[in-house]
């Protein structure tokens, strides 16, 4: 086998096994046809050879041969660099796990792999299918890369709150009989069951707050968070329990058009509207139908581009 044929059959069964498990799959029909064209590239190869050697004039048949072959060899090199590109997404798709939804970008690379395995000819096909696996990486990385800046400053911003003075670890007083079995009662209700739930101070994010949500997955009350009525307090688990929602959510949320126009960037009003959702409503705080099922959304791990 000719070295160009060894090299082509390399990119082959690379791409047959580079990201197996959803992203790249293997086609075997493609794979066979592939293959009995490379031993026909070997073919030509060595046809071309004799011809040079005898010095015998093939005239537009050898032509064509040097023709197809040398487009064939173009194909095989943007399909090497295909299979590395996807190699890429792979690994910005691994990063993403936990913090960013990449199905629709998977999706679109899956479609880029249909558009090169179908491919024969066009090369320029290939490289532009390469290109746009190139486009998606690059989005999955950023939006990877805002989350883990915005979690880095929730822990600096939780990290340094003592030091300020309170913070979301620290109890001022001991809590009434049955107060916190009051409070937890209230976050099962809304949903939170198996969120931990821990008293506090009443400093949040820089200011004061009767309950607050850290990224780490806790929800802080206040001795006097247990005092409050039914549905005041059902509303303040359910908007406490909305960040904590958010939090799983935060890179794409932030890189969301629609959450920009529906919510102009207010975090807490979003937290009003999923906690509407779920039938708390806050009693001061209105909130579009637009908004509330946008709200939903963030509920089911989803965000509205």
């Not at 796990?97 to 999706?107: F, H, L, P, W």
């Not at 607050?212 to 329990?241: K, N, P, Q, Y």
């Amino acid at each position: 086998m000719s070295p160009r044929a060894r090299r082509g059959w390399g990119i082959l069964v690379a791409c047959a096994c580079v990201l197996a498990g959803g992203i790249l799959a293997e086609r075997s029909e493609l794979l066979t046809e592939l293959a009995a064209a490379q031993h026909e590239v070997e073919r030509l190869d060595g046809l071309l050879a004799s011809a040079e050697r005898t010095g015998a004039d093939l005239g537009d048949d050898l032509a064509l041969v040097r023709g197809e072959t040398a487009v064939y060899s173009v194909l095989l090199d943007r399909r090497e660099d295909f299979v590395s590109a996807v190699a890429e997404a792979s690994r910005a798709f691994a990063s993403a796990e936990g913090k960013v939804d990449v199905s629709s970008a998977r999706a679109n690379v899956l479609d880029a792999q249909e558009t090169v395995l179908d491919e024969r000819e066009d090369a320029a096909t290939v490289a532009a299918a390469k290109t746009q696996v190139d486009e998606i990486t690059a989005s999955v990385t950023q939006a990877v890369a805002a989350y883990d800046a915005e979690q880095a400053r929730l822990a600096a911003a939780a990290a340094a709150a003592p030091s300020a003075g309170g913070g979301v670890v620290r109890a001022n007083a001991p809590l009434p009989s049955g107060a916190y079995e009051r409070v937890r009662a209230a976050l099962d209700r809304v949903g939170g069951g198996g969120v931990p739930l821990q008293q506090f101070d009443g400093a949040c994010g820089g200011g004061s707050a009767a309950a607050c949500a850290s990224s780490s997955g806790v929800i802080f009350f206040t001795a006097g968070l247990a005092a409050w009525s039914d549905a005041r307090l059902h509303w303040a688990m359910a908007h406490e329990l909305a960040h904590i929602f958010q939090f799983r959510v935060w890179g794409p949320l932030q890189a969301s058009g629609s959450y920009a126009a529906l919510y102009g960037g207010n975090i807490e009003l979003l937290a009003n509207c999923m906690a509407a959702h779920r039938g708390y409503p806050s009693g001061s705080v209105s909130c579009s139908g637009a908004q509330i099922d946008f709200g939903a959304a963030i509920w089911s791990g989803y965000v509205p581009g």
